[in-house]
């Protein structure tokens, strides 16, 4: 497997759309994508020539602004946002989360909207725990 946080191509997209439904009716999401990579945002594990997982999160101070505009973020905020994060392989979600503490560094706190619910928060480092076995 190779993690990597190399720019978005369109087989992206198509995978964000094939492993989370929810995804499907985003638009502007090659838009959103590119934002998301030129801001340092996107990771993404491969297999040979196979995307295979893909994660995008970005840190806020506000989680109710980052939970209504996918667009806001502050380099300095305490709270660790994650957009999307899916892969099915095993193990593929304790890499990104792995990708992401390299890229953000451990902040105070993990937050994000599963399947279009509510918002749930987290410790960072018990999130840490949940996915990875700790940061």
Same mark, same amino acid.
Not at 58 to 64: E, L
Not at 125 to 132: K, M, Y
């Given at each position: 497997?190779?993690?990597? &946080?190399? !720019?978005?191509?369109?087989?992206?997209?198509?995978?964000?759309?094939?492993?989370?439904?929810?995804?499907? %009716?985003?638009?502007?999401?090659?838009?959103? &994508?590119?934002?998301?990579?030129? $801001? %340092?945002?996107?990771? $993404?594990?491969? $297999?040979?020539?196979?995307?295979?997982?893909?994660?995008?999160?970005?840190?806020?101070?506000?989680? !109710?602004?980052?939970?209504?505009?996918?667009?806001?973020?502050?380099?300095?905020?305490?709270?660790?946002?994650?957009?999307?994060?899916?892969?099915?392989?095993?193990?593929?979600?304790?890499? &990104?989360?792995?990708?992401?503490? &390299?890229?953000?560094?451990?902040?105070?706190?993990?937050?994000?909207?599963?399947?279009?619910?509510?918002?749930?928060?987290?410790?960072? !480092?018990?999130?840490?725990?949940?996915?990875? %076995?700790?940061?």
């Amino acid at each position: 497997m190779t993690i990597t &946080l190399d !720019q978005p191509t369109p087989r992206t997209a198509e995978f964000m759309r094939e492993t989370y439904p929810l995804s499907i %009716g985003w638009e502007h999401m090659d838009a959103w &994508l590119d934002w998301a990579w030129r $801001q %340092g945002f996107v990771g $993404q594990i491969w $297999q040979g020539d196979s995307l295979v997982g893909v994660a995008v999160a970005r840190p806020v101070r506000d989680v !109710q602004k980052a939970a209504e505009d996918y667009y806001h973020f502050d380099l300095t905020g305490p709270i660790l946002w994650v957009d999307i994060s899916t892969c099915p392989l095993a193990g593929g979600l304790a890499n &990104l989360w792995y990708m992401a503490i &390299l890229r953000f560094g451990v902040r105070e706190g993990v937050a994000f909207r599963r399947n279009g619910g509510r918002v749930r928060m987290y410790d960072f !480092q018990r999130f840490s725990e949940l996915v990875a %076995g700790g940061a």
